[in-house]
């Protein structure tokens, strides 16, 4: 007996059984409907839709029959209603104690998210540039304290670290609000946080006249930019950009600050019978959260850049000394722009590592998402359903916008090759 | 003529090789360097020192009680004595406490009960062992063993009801012993579910890979404190109301999930890596789908895609401390609480200390283990 299909022609694409008679003549038989692919392909997605379709079925009617058991009701319009507690920091969002509605309530939640892990973000990068080429120095010290450190951040759990600088050095650390350090009666600093001046507009139209001015010499060093570029591509003339835009964004805003007038002053914390009030205030528990973070992600950045400055062939540095480039200049402008295509990739996805590591701050009280929406908020108000979904909403979005970013980025230094 | 004899080579100079050279080349290559060498040697010194003799010289390791840890101090201003803190590791804390740290409340209540989460470890590491040993001939059927058999025995143990043992019923679990059960736990009922949708996400059917997809990034991109809330606050909503998990299952089941997304995303590493070549190769003896995943591809991709489970295992282990927020008592959890005690305030420093310690010895070992296994196992498939 032969049993075969027969991949020739149409009948590829219709595949017959093969099966040789009594007479060892060959004939064609129609394959049963259960052996073809294409049938088969169609019934094993019917049954993965039917089974997903029941599955969100029966979990949708269980949840309206057990809310309606537990008298939640399913709606938005306690999203509008006034929460019943304070929300204390909020750096951009007004925040009036007492008269805030659920709504602001998860705005200010995700500002302080962004907040925490945009600075949190900045600092990592730094740090873990400084640990990852401190991990390739000639210096063997140097090189090992490096790799103690990384091994030492990437073995021990974020929320111990948490736990650590909150409980064990900084808040003992720090002095209460009778002794607070300060500086020239500006800066504050006390287990409550930093205090810092807060610049308050005295006259809106000076003030705009004022960021305008701020507004031109951005746009003006973004043009001097691209011409200084320019004029290197054709000419070879160099210019020294960084300097004179630096220089613009120093002095351009001082002058500007002047001419329009001195729109803005300084309002200073003051000491009050418990807390020290006014200013800008970025708590102790902000801090924390910043550090533990940069501190904590800094180490898987610092290995990045490692194997990113690593990927780069050794080649590459020998042909740039033989063009006569120095060391510093190898670094800068032939191991660094190729080490960057290895390094940002895995980067970006740390950020958004940090990003997510923020709502661990919800141990330590900071008023992140996770602790005042999926934390303090759902215990009021019982809405679980809602608060997660739109928590993990946030970050589906953050997560959705990251991968966007790297595809973007993945296929602008793509290498094109033959 | 005299036969030419060549001369042979100079040694190098001395200074160049051995201790002396190293040392050159490596901490005093240059004026930059030795002044870099000798300004970290100085401020190691200033760390170094006072920690190992906080850690070690100073520590109290015996007595029973906090008083072990303090020493008599006469105060200058009223001549009276005080009991101060030694200025050194209370270590008694966590010998003291040990049990309740390593095994949680109720093995800390009941002392004649303890040998049940000793003999469960014990067992674990006696199966364990052989499969690092390279003789071992039933490496396979011992893993399936590990792996099947061997949480309900580990269950029946801790958990007692099954011997006829008094009860520790699970919301009395802690300590290490919790943290082992849903980090391990989590990655043996990760696994199959992983090897699933790793395969589906590479299906060549257009509604099963983007419900694949679909799964693993749902929760790849919710950090794992929400899918704990969830599993907390949601999971008894979604069943019929007369169903309902304890603590420990709930936050098992939302860490299953979970891994099983990191997973489900090693494995398609280890898939990508197989060449093309061998499923066509087996598709052209006649293998269908299922012969030629579960005998070609899969045993080749499991194979290389080990490390990258072990690395997501090695988060998990770090991340399951995150169950302290959803009020189970972890190892750091319980550690937290003991120093918290009244009899031990003011030892917490010691306690996240002995936490860190441990875990960066079990995460730190993985890691090495894991790098070690990808150059073990690295049999030139990887298209470079």
Known sequence: ?418 | MSKFTPIPAREPPASSVGVVGWVRTHLFSSWFNSVLTVLILWSLLQIVLPALQWLFLDASWGGANSDACKTDFISPEDGEHYRVDAPGACWTFTKVRFVQIMFGLYFAAHPSEVWRPVLMFALFGGLMAPLFMPAFRWKWQLGVFTLLVFPFIAFALVHGEWLGLPVAETNEWGGFMLTFFLAVGGIVLALPIGIVMALGRRSDLPIIRSLCVFYIELWRAAPLITILFMASNLLPLFFPSGVDFDKVVRALIAITMFQSAYTAEAIRGGLQAIPKGQGEAASALGMGYWKNTGFIILPQAMKISIPGIVNTFIELFKDTTLVGIIGLHDFLGSAQIAARSPDWKGYDFEAYVYVALIFFMCCFAMSKYSQHLERKLDTGHKER
């Open chain 1, 1 to 418: 007996m032969i049993r075969g299909f027969v991949f020739c022609g149409e009948s590829l694409y219709s595949p017959k059984m093969l099966e040789g008679d009594k007479t060892g003549q060959v004939v064609g038989r129609d394959i049963p409907l259960h052996r073809d692919p294409k049938i088969r392909a169609i019934a094993f997605q019917a049954a993965a839709v039917l089974f997903f379709v029941w599955a969100l079925w029966t979990i949708g009617s269980n949840t309206v029959a057990n809310m309606e058991e537990r008298g939640i009701v399913l709606g938005l319009s306690w999203l509008d209603k006034l929460a019943p507690f304070q929300v204390g920091f909020s750096p951009f969002l007004d925040n009036v104690l007492g008269e805030n509605i659920y709504w602001r309530i998860f705005f200010i939640g995700v500002q302080n998210t962004i907040y925490v892990s945009f600075f949190g973000i900045i600092a990592a990068t730094l740090l873990g540039f400084v640990i990852g080429v401190m991990r390739l120095s000639p210096n063997w010290l140097v090189a090992k304290i490096a790799s103690v450190y990384v091994e030492i951040f990437r073995n021990i759990p974020l929320l111990l670290w948490f736990f650590f600088w909150y409980f064990i050095v900084f808040l003992p650390a720090l002095p209460g609000v009778r002794e607070s350090i300060s500086f020239v009666d500006a800066v504050f600093i006390n287990k409550s946080g930093l205090y810092l001046p807060l610049p308050v507009a005295e006259s809106s139209s000076a003030a705009a006249v004022f960021l305008l001015i701020c507004l031109a010499a951005v746009v003006g060093v973004a043009y001097l930019v691209r011409w200084a570029r320019k004029r290197q591509d054709w000419t070879g003339k160099q210019f020294p950009a960084l300097s004179a835009s630096l220089a613009i964004l120093i002095l351009v805003p001082v002058a500007g600050f002047y001419v329009s007038g001195s729109p803005y002053s300084l309002e200073y914390a003051k000491l009050g019978t418990f807390q020290l009030s006014g200013g800008i205030n970025l708590t102790t528990e902000f801090f924390v959260v910043w550090f533990a973070l940069t501190t904590y992600t800094a180490a898987f950045i610092g290995e990045n850049v490692r194997g990113g400055i690593l990927a780069v062939s050794h080649g590459q540095t020998e042909a740039a000394r033989s063009l006569g480039l120095h060391h510093g200049q190898n670094i800068r402008l032939v191991i660094i722009p190729q080490a960057m295509r290895v390094i940002i990739p895995p980067t970006i996805s740390q950020y958004l590592n940090l990003t997510k590591n923020s709502t661990l701050a919800i141990a330590i009280a900071y008023e992140e998402i996770a602790s005042i929406w999926m934390g303090i908020s759902l215990n009021t108000t019982g809405q679980a359903l809602i608060i997660i979904a739109m928590t993990v909403g946030v970050f589906w979005t953050l997560s959705f916008l990251t991968s966007a970013l790297l595809n973007w980025y993945n296929k602008r230094v793509q290498l094109t090759e033959r």
